[in-house]
């Protein structure tokens, strides 16, 4: 069930016109039905602010708030940017500003120009009022979308969570559900499920944003492209049939047809700019660990593997992507995974980046493969790095083992 109870203040009106361009740093009238959306998302800020989720790094926000108010341009006083922890591809602007960028975005943004393309997009959406437009579509067409009192109920928990390309199985919102507020999805994806025309628009104009501000016009079609190969690499055949969507909140797929579109804007654009991709990976580089971890507990190994491939094309980080790489292997457990998880664990090993559980896991795995000698050289490895680990008794443990021979 997907029903928004959206609470607005009783003089909603629904006869104004939404206005094609916003101006910037102009609030509604609160008592416009752009008020109430205003209202609305003064609200969830709110909540966003005290979410568990937002990731708090000074550094990272500032990266994100920059490459926004670039292809912002003089909508940047308006906007308010969130960096959220959760592993999902997804950016949204609500109409007063208020901005959440998701970590599975940065994962998946190859550069800083694919990430100034989607902010771009989204800066669109937020100038074009499509949320406006799509609010009062919904209004006019719907009856489970009612006015009520201030405020904002929810009902239908799971229903964010499914319109999301990545629940090809029930496993995926189990194991996910922790990681997000599937009441807050609830909301905010019926608000921000834009029509396939708002979409295109926003799509050319965000291509415009992001090369008038310096960025190689290219990194729109790479980045869908890559969102397409990810999809395709799903280990959930329904993931794989459904197609993609720009974000959980996108009403309509990607598709080879948008892709083209977008090819078509790029003949009016000069074919040069910056992609920025050694600042986008120093950006992320301190988080690549927690949003790996958070991304494999989606469950859905094949389009994570998919993108620490992308990750891993640059050369860059690889103690860190290969061990990465090895526990989706590893979680896996399907046909020959075992033994790719083992390979990728000794290539991880090689690198001085590589996080020290790679000598716990390769000493399970060679144990369980009855190489004693290798486990014990894996297990002493891990204890003299994380002596004082959590987990160094359990580990100890099984070192004693192997050397009493039981």
């Not at 003089?11 to 209202?39: H, I, K, M, T």
């Not at 189990?174 to 990681?179: E, N, Q």
Request: proline fraction near 3%.
């Amino acid at each position: 069930m997907r029903t928004l109870i959206l609470a607005a203040v009783a003089s909603l009106v629904l006869c104004a016109p939404a206005q094609a361009q916003r101006l910037a740093g102009v609030r509604p009238d609160v008592a416009s039905d752009e008020g109430g959306l205003w209202a609305v998302s003064d609200k969830t800020e709110g909540s966003a602010r005290q979410s568990a989720e937002l990731d708090r790094d000074p550094a990272l926000n500032a990266y994100v708030r920059d490459v926004a108010c670039k292809v912002a341009r003089d909508h940047c006083a308006d906007i308010r940017v969130y960096v959220m922890d959760r592993p999902f591809f997804n950016a949204t602007m609500a109409p007063n500003g208020y901005t959440e960028v998701w970590s599975g975005t940065l994962l998946r943004a190859a550069d800083e120009a694919q990430l100034a393309f989607v902010l771009g997009h989204e800066v669109s959406h937020f100038d074009r009022n499509h949320s406006l437009l799509s609010w009062r579509r919904k209004k006019s067409t719907s009856n489970a979308m009612m006015v009520l009192s201030a405020g904002v109920a929810v009902v239908g928990v799971a229903a964010a969570s499914s319109a999301t390309t990545y629940d090809g199985a029930s496993s995926i919102l189990d194991a996910t559900r922790s990681l997000i507020d599937v009441v807050y999805l609830t909301g905010m994806a019926s608000l921000f499920a834009y029509g396939r025309e708002n979409e295109s628009e926003a799509d050319r104009l965000g291509l415009d944003r992001a090369a008038h501000a310096g960025y190689a016009p290219s990194a729109g079609t790479e980045l869908w492209r890559a969102q397409m190969g990810e999809t395709q690499a799903s280990d959930f055949k329904r993931v794989r049939t459904s197609g993609t969507r720009t974000n959980i909140f996108a009403s309509h797929p990607l598709d080879a047809e948008r892709i083209a579109a977008l090819q078509e804007n790029l003949k009016s654009l000069p074919n040069t700019g910056e992609t920025g991709r050694a600042r986008h990976r120093a950006a992320i580089r301190p988080h690549l660990a927690t949003w790996l971890r958070d991304d494999l507990r989606r469950r859905d190994f094949g389009q994570t593997l998919h993108l620490i491939g992308r990750l891993a094309a640059d050369g860059e980080d690889l103690g860190v992507l290969n061990f990465y790489r090895g526990e989706a292997h590893r979680q896996r457990r399907g046909e020959g995974d075992l033994t790719s998880a083992r390979d990728a664990y000794l290539a991880a090993a090689a690198y001085p980046d590589a996080p020290v559980a790679v000598w716990r896991e390769l000493g399970d795995l060679r144990r369980k493969a009855s190489d004693a000698a290798g486990a014990k050289a894996a297990y002493e490895t891990y204890l003299a790095k994380a002596s004082t680990a959590e987990d160094a008794w359990i580990v100890q443990d099984s070192l004693n083992s192997l050397t009493s021979g039981k």
